[in-house]
């Protein structure tokens, strides 16, 4: 962990512990993770409005940008 920088005045040692812990041991394979869902997602039952809510959620765990042609790409 690094020295950590200065606080706001309201903020508790607690909330910078726990932001400080959450960046050093959050789970660095999310985005892969995202993008291997996002490559085999499929629409069932013709619900477009699910598949749609879905996939852009994925696409944001991916860390993809919206107008990426390869993110059009894997929507089409």
Do not use: C, G
Request: hydrophobic content about 40%.
């Amino acid at each position: 962990m690094s020295i950590p920088a200065p606080s706001l005045p309201n903020r508790m040692i607690w909330d910078d512990f726990e932001q400080a812990f959450l960046e050093d041991w959050s789970d660095i394979n999310k985005p892969y993770q995202a993008a291997a869902d996002l490559d085999t997602l499929h629409m069932k039952n013709d619900d477009i409005d699910t598949y749609i809510t879905r996939f852009t959620e994925l696409a944001r765990k991916a860390l993809y940008q919206e107008n990426d042609p390869t993110v059009l790409k894997i929507f089409k």
